[in-house]
């Protein structure tokens, strides 16, 4: 073992290849993230400068067309306002009823504990079989959904819930929301856990209520959870794939067609130049949003 | 908030109210899977009305011949290999645990370095890491999908634990590096004052004292892992991973609710006993060690 070179006695090696030195333990896991991860970045980037030549079927250097075509691209343009919606609107629902259940579930009372365990499940059921899940549930004909949506009147029976532009997104988004919510819920536990007893304590004695102790102590107080919560969803929300291919496939049109989808659906047509370059245009814009909302919100690992 | 017997009633209702309404997707997912072909389909839905079959699971684990069921889709006929699902869930399971434990070992040397050592550029180090994150899994599934056919590792076991690897790096990294943080490092400076090497500190001391946390992390990476579908998808074509194998049962002449549900119920077994005995450090998992619970 290289690593165990003998203190005391003449080293054998350079100690940047000694265990004393940081270098060998952080190597493979470079080697890792160079080989899978910073090299085939590189080959998108190249395969982005190229489009394949039809006949030839060779990739010959085009320079920026790829980027260009992608700004001229009404289809790309409405991909990414699908995803801003599809992100924002579940972050919203995600948020606001997270801190909803997590204040209804935060009691030390008997059965709490299981209602909290109960809660997480949702967390670890596939993506696509949770698509699976709801598509069921949303069937027109014979979705349990569907049938009291029917009954109350929300839904009608010529336009099922996926197979109305209109709606579809949102039961795609329901997907989303029932699956994600129980993420949210789980660490702002964690946060109330933390808070301290005291600003309540000291509230109480003020006669403030319970939406004043929110507002003014215990928001303010699980901001920084808030944060951490809202950026590690915002990244999963932005490349949302799963839901839609199980659900929708994009449709109906393509009311429901995420940037992820989009970009899946070219390679998917063997177009792969400009597959990379979608793909790559979202990763530029998602590491954006979250360097900005790192500094702004100053979360640290 | 304690309150009067009726508040705290109506709390009670509310709470047990709203996670009946998260718990039902699943009971329903479940029930489906053991309900005869007809009640599936029956309007208004059918709760306990029915004779519960377990012929959804001997079709698509049992390996039962899918001609056997009653009903079915009109017109098609054969194919019962396609349901047949036991391979999708041995390549699930081989993808799962190789990926787990080759992220576990990278991820543990990796973390040690980075919560033990001053060295400059840490936090870039750290963000680098995090930046691994960001990929969406479409941006490396696209350039993965040539570099593994160059290397022969497209549609196989090995090219799709190593994608699985690199995506639950991240994870493993950081959470990892937070249970470091949690040893305090007198310990190592005490034993390497009585002569131990780093290497026998790391495995002699540090290691026993994060064994919750290792635990912990391998069981979110290999959740990630079992429940991964985009590079999965686009990476194999024999290879079936089971999230990727379910979607297959959605055809153009039909879907087979039946045996999607019975095989999707199979598949959370294993996820849901695993986020069971990790409940307590989920929160760390789920925020990459930046909170703890």
Not at chain 2, 209 to 215: F, R, T
Request: aromatic content about 12%; overall charge positive.
């Amino acid at each position: 073992m290289v690593s165990t070179a003998a203190r005391g006695r003449a080293p054998l090696l350079p100690r940047w290849l000694t265990a004393d030195h940081p270098l060998p333990w952080l190597a493979p896991m470079f080697v890792m993230i160079l080989a899978f991860g910073i090299y085939p970045l590189a080959y998108s980037i190249w395969l982005s400068l190229h489009q394949r030549n039809r006949f030839t079927r060779v990739d010959e250097f085009s320079g920026l067309a790829n980027w260009v075509q992608a700004f001229g691209d009404q289809r790309f343009i409405d991909s990414l306002l699908v995803t801003v919606q599809y992100t924002l609107t579940c972050l919203v629902f995600q948020v606001v009823l997270g801190i909803a259940i997590a204040l209804l579930l935060d009691c030390e009372r008997r059965g709490y504990g299981l209602l909290r365990a109960l809660m997480t499940l949702p967390l670890v059921v596939p993506p696509a079989v949770t698509g699976l899940m709801f598509l069921l549930m949303q069937d027109g004909q014979f979705g349990v959904l569907s049938y009291y949506l029917k009954l109350i009147g929300l839904v009608s029976p010529e336009a099922p819930i996926l197979a109305n532009p209109r709606t579809a997104l949102w039961g795609v988004m329901a997907a989303d929301i029932w699956q994600w919510t129980p993420f949210m819920v789980l660490i702002l536990l964690a946060g109330l856990r933390a808070l301290p007893k005291e600003p309540y304590e000291a509230a109480a004695i003020d006669g403030a209520g319970f939406l004043q102790c929110l507002w003014h102590l215990t928001l303010p107080m699980l901001s920084r959870v808030i944060a951490v919560a809202v950026l590690i969803r915002t990244i999963d929300l932005f490349r949302i794939y799963d839901y839609v291919y199980a659900m929708t496939a994009g449709g109906p049109g393509t009311a429901t067609e995420t940037l992820s989808f989009y970009a899946g659906r070219v390679f998917g047509v063997a177009n792969f130049n400009y597959a990379a370059t979608l793909s790559l245009i979202m990763l530029i814009v998602l590491n954006v949003a979250c360097f900005t909302f790192l500094k702004l919100a100053r979360v640290r690992f | 908030m304690q309150g009067s017997p009726a508040s705290r009633l109506a709390r009670d209702l509310a709470a047990w109210l709203v996670v009946l309404v998260f718990v039902f997707p699943l009971f329903w997912w479940v029930l489906a899977s053991v309900k005869p072909y007809t009640a599936i389909f029956a309007q208004p839905p059918v709760y306990v009305d029915f004779e519960a079959t377990a012929e959804n699971y001997a079709v698509t684990i049992g390996g039962q011949s899918r001609i056997t069921l009653e009903g079915g889709v009109g017109g098609q006929t054969g194919g019962a290999s396609s349901y047949y699902s036991l391979p999708s869930i041995r390549d699930s399971v081989i993808v799962a645990l190789g990926s787990t434990a080759l992220a576990l070992v990278l991820a543990t040397l990796a973390s040690f370095g980075l919560s033990r050592f001053a060295m400059r550029g840490k936090d870039h180090v750290v963000f680098f890491v995090l930046a691994q994150r960001m990929l969406p899994p479409i941006a490396v599934a696209i350039p993965l999908f040539f570099i593994f056919r160059d290397l022969g590792l497209r549609d196989s076991h090995l090219g799709l634990i190593l994608a699985h690897t690199l995506i639950n790096l991240p994870l493993a990294v950081l959470l990892l590096k937070s249970f470091f943080d949690d040893v305090p490092v007198e310990l190592d400076e005490s034993a390497m004052l009585d002569g131990a090497t780093r290497f026998q500190v790391f495995r002699m001391v540090v290691l026993p004292l994060v064994k919750g946390g290792l635990a912990a992390t391998a069981v979110l990476c290999f959740i990630f892992s079992w429940t991964e579908f985009l590079i999965s998808l686009l990476l194999t074509t024999s290879i079936r991973t089971i999230p990727v194998k379910i979607t297959t049962f959605v055809t153009s002449t039909g879907t087979e609710w039946g045996l999607i549900t019975a095989l999707g119920s199979a598949a959370l077994v294993p996820s849901f006993i695993f986020i069971l005995l990790v409940q307590k450090h989920l929160v760390r998992g789920l925020t990459l060690g930046s909170l703890k619970s």
